[in-house]
């Protein structure tokens, strides 16, 4: 199907909610063994603020068993000393199928979580690529279908786009970001399954705005109260949406959609910026 194809399909009759599926995914996640805020590179973080280390494992560790619960698989990759922020794990990279590609960060600080995700990828048996451009993995690039949605505009380069393109051999559809506070694309869309997503439309760009609606009619608004807990931070799988148990006007608009809402509390982690799907990296059959 191509990006034409998604764009032509008819609109969901949205009066009663649709019937969803569930389907058994497989995750990657970093345990938060080394989380701190030690630097600020995006908004949400506070050198200031304190962080409860043993909280945030207990909170980490509660996300990661309700994917467990839930039927799904869990992989650990092995968390680096002196890189606190490698519990976001979906940053590392994007895999699809046989083909992955690791993430080039745009801070020094992170640079070295590159190396650490290229390891645990050639581990499982990828041969990772390495773009020239800065990418983010999966902090800018969802899989929703059969395209790839691209954000750029603060982390990732819309150079690298093109390089993921090739890579992983699926069309990207370039989104750009407008809101420092939204800095990566999983903090303001979430794809909720192959064919619906959530999006939070100040974040985006007039041109990013017209393409969203013109591929997902039936896309779900959120909210400003919702977007500013990060609510969009979410993991679907197609059924059970796991997102931040903060985000309740969200959650009320899932239930009606027809979507099982699972609130989780990281609340420690939303200091350095990220929150459900930061923490989660999906590896896409």
Request: net charge negative; charged share 20%; with cysteine.
């Amino acid at each position: 199907m191509t990006i034409a194809d998604v764009a032509s399909q008819p609109t969901p009759d949205t009066t009663t909610p649709r019937s969803r599926t569930a389907s058994l995914r497989r995750y990657a996640m970093t345990a938060p063994s080394y989380f701190a805020v030690e630097y600020a590179i995006n908004p949400w973080m506070d050198v200031t603020a304190s962080v409860d280390a043993d909280l945030a494992v207990r909170q980490w560790d509660e996300l990661r068993r309700t994917y467990l619960s839930l039927g799904h698989t869990v992989d650990l990759v092995e968390p680096v000393g002196g890189l606190p922020d490698m519990v976001y794990a979906a940053n590392g990279g994007l895999v699809v199928g046989d083909s992955a590609v690791v993430a080039r960060f745009a801070y020094p600080q992170r640079a070295g979580e590159a190396a650490a995700y290229a390891r645990w990828m050639a581990a499982h048996g990828f041969d990772p690529v390495h773009t020239e451009h800065v990418n983010e993995g999966q902090g800018d690039l969802l899989v929703a279908g059969s395209i790839v949605l691209a954000g750029y505009g603060f982390r990732t380069d819309r150079r690298a786009h093109d390089e993921v393109e090739r890579a992983i051999g699926l069309p990207l559809v370039s989104l750009e970001l407008v809101d420092p506070r939204f800095y990566h694309l999983d903090t303001a869309l979430a794809v909720l399954d192959d064919t619906t997503i959530a999006y939070y439309p100040p974040a985006f760009g007039d041109d990013a705005r017209a393409r969203i609606q013109d591929l997902f009619p039936d896309a779900i608004e959120v909210a400003s109260a919702d977007a500013f807990v990060l609510g969009l931070n979410a993991v679907s799988d197609g059924k059970h949406v796991v997102l931040p148990a903060a985000a309740t006007g969200f959650a009320a608009q899932l239930a009606d959609a027809g979507f099982e809402p699972i609130g989780v509390d990281l609340s420690e982690l939303l200091k350095g910026g990220g929150s459900v799907k930061c923490c989660t990296l999906e590896v896409y059959r």
